[in-house]
């Protein structure tokens, strides 16, 4: 039976956004494969797999006005031209999520100038159009990555993954095609509400 929509309690918490480029199908798929062999030997979830494989231009920040966020991502999108991008080595960064030490392993992403700029271009430009899109590590302190598993189980785990595969040689490169969207529900957690909201072709 469905639920009857005057009982419907409206979600009241903050949203937060952010933009990436997506992986192509072959990056894609050798990510989502380690992922899937992580997950089957350490238990570590697949949430953060709920997100298409990408490289986001900065971390996430607030948005009260999702229909103007989604103009200038068409802005955006049409003014960027197809462009390379190579994935180096897989790293492996301590974290704490929701309370436990834990690991992000991700495949580190050689920075180019053009990938620079637009991550500068886009902390300017948001600033200017809308309010409080500050975001941790905006500016030089920024690390491009594509993240392959977070979180899940604590960082003695990770330690062990990534001494299993850190002599993996790793030379990925794909060409950029499309920017993404991604929207998440305050608080944020990795079994919390996200996804990918939207995919844009870029270039004009």
């Known amino acids: 039976m469905l639920p009857c929509l005057s009982n419907l309690i409206p979600i009241e918490e903050d949203m937060k956004a952010t933009f990436a480029l997506l992986a192509d199908l072959d990056v894609s798929n ?3 494969k380690l992922a899937w062999d992580i997950h089957r030997k350490y238990c570590t979830g697949t949430s953060i797999c709920r997100l298409l494989p990408h490289v ?3 971390q996430l920040f607030e948005i009260e006005d999702l229909a103007r966020l989604e103009a200038y991502m068409h802005e955006f999108a049409q003014t960027i031209q197809p462009f390379p991008i190579k994935c180096t080595e897989l790293q492996l960064v301590p974290t704490i999520l929701e309370g436990m030490e834990t690991g992000i392993l991700w495949l580190d992403v050689e920075e180019s100038v053009y990938l620079r700029r637009l991550h500068d271009r886009l902390n300017r430009e948001l600033a200017q159009r809308l309010a409080n899109t500050q975001a941790p590590f905006d500016g030089s302190e920024y690390h491009f990555h594509m993240t392959v ?3 899940g189980q604590p960082i003695e785990v990770y330690r062990t993954v990534y001494a299993e595969i850190a002599e993996r040689t790793v030379d990925l490169g794909f060409t950029v095609n ?11 957690c990795l079994n ?3 996804m990918t909201y939207k995919i844009l072709p870029i270039g004009g």
């Open 178 to 188: 499309t920017l993404a969207m991604f929207v998440y529900d305050e608080p944020l």
């Open 192 to 194: 919390g509400n996200y």
């Open 56 to 58: 986001s231009l900065k």
């Open 30 to 32: 050798f990510v989502r």
């Open 149 to 151: 598993m977070m979180g």
